[in-house]
């Protein structure tokens, strides 16, 4: 999901937030000293333009306030991505119009400062959506094809003319590279979603649930393994048919999603089978987040039917010897000691 998602504004992410504070935070703590050496080595020499005298302490300053209220808020990282792509397109702007274009316009030469437009658009790209970043990105050419206008009311000798059309050229070919790269980039997700979602539950497949299995195993802490399975769904099936069967586990699993926390996972196991998988818990949490899935299945009214699950519960502390393998089969082996306990109960 991307920036310019409304989803995304509106969904907690807690894992997509965690990493964007992580890479943030000391990418912009070298952006502060990046933009403040060559203020530095500039004004100790007196050659720093009126602009950048006021601009790039002003731009380090908001650098530095967003390092800290990631730091402090780690659910502002979407409003700080936001506020660092106003600031840099915001510089190259008055800076184009300031220093850049003057410089063109008198010595005929290219400026080196108007490259950094491009690397705006790459920003934007990497930032919004592909629909999203070619509007912004066209719409910023738009103003600075403005600021050009309005300075030069385009009266340019030959050079001059031919540096304008390169740099036009040149920057349409990067949007339109850009635009294409993300469509392609778009797709490869989309492709990927697909692999692993199940198809009429919309939950993780078995392929996908396996992965995240791997990697919390490999973490240092506690994990727990819930495996449910809904009690007689055969004669659901044969009694109200297939079709009755299949919106009985869409609401199963839209029950399953709605209970669980946001660092938890569900999956579609196989079958009647589903899988949830608790991280970073307690063993009396398990036992409590296990129970309320089984009365909130039991009060749920699937497809207007009565319906109960069996679940069987294993847990894992990263003090133990044992094997991802050895506690998916523990969990397996308490779900048939549930079933045959009489059903509709938690086993462990």
Not at 4 to 13: C, Q, R, V
Not at 280 to 298: E, G, H, Q, T
């Amino acid at each position: 999901m991307k920036l310019g998602d409304l989803k995304f504004w509106l969904a907690p992410a807690e894992g997509q937030e965690a990493f964007q504070v992580k890479v943030l935070i000391p990418v912009l703590v070298i952006a502060v000293f990046a933009v403040m050496l060559p203020w530095v080595l500039q004004f100790t020499t007196g050659r720093i333009s009126r602009f950048d005298l006021f601009a790039l302490p002003t731009m380090a300053l908001v650098f530095f306030a967003c390092a800290i209220c990631l730091k402090l808020r780690a659910s502002a990282a979407n409003a700080v991505v936001i506020l660092i792509m106003f600031t840099l397109g915001a510089y190259e702007l008055v800076d184009f119009a300031l220093v850049s274009l003057p410089f063109i316009m008198t010595s005929s030469q290219a400026s080196i400062g108007v490259l950094w437009i491009s690397v705006i658009f790459m920003m934007t790209f990497l930032t919004f959506s592909e629909t999203i970043a070619a509007f912004l990105s066209i719409a910023y050419v738009i103003v600075v094809i403005l600021i050009v206008a309005i300075q030069t009311r385009f009266k340019f000798n030959d050079l001059q003319s031919e540096i304008f059309i390169t740099i036009l050229l040149f920057n349409a070919i990067v949007i339109g590279f850009l635009w294409m790269f993300s469509r392609i980039r778009e797709s490869l997700k989309t492709m990927e979603i697909m692999a692993n979602t199940d198809s009429l539950t919309e939950l993780n497949n078995r392929r996908a649930m396996q992965t995240k299995l791997d990697k919390t195993h490999l973490l240092t802490k506690p994990y727990a393994i819930v495996i449910l399975d809904i009690d007689h769904f055969k004669l659901v099936n044969d009694t109200h048919g297939h079709d009755r069967g299949d919106q009985v586990l869409r609401e199963l699993a839209f029950v399953l999603a709605n209970q669980i926390r946001g660092s938890d996972s569900v999956a579609r196991w196989g079958g009647e089978e589903f899988l949830v998988l608790f991280a970073n818990i307690k063993p009396i949490d398990a036992d409590m987040a296990s129970n309320r899935l089984l009365l909130a299945v039991r009060q749920a009214n699937l497809a207007g039917l009565q319906i109960t699950v069996s679940i069987g519960l294993a847990y894992h502390d990263p003090d133990d010897s044992q094997g991802l393998e050895q506690v998916t089969a523990q969990a397996d082996a308490a779900l048939y000691r549930a079933k045959n306990a009489g059903r509709d109960q938690v086993a462990k």
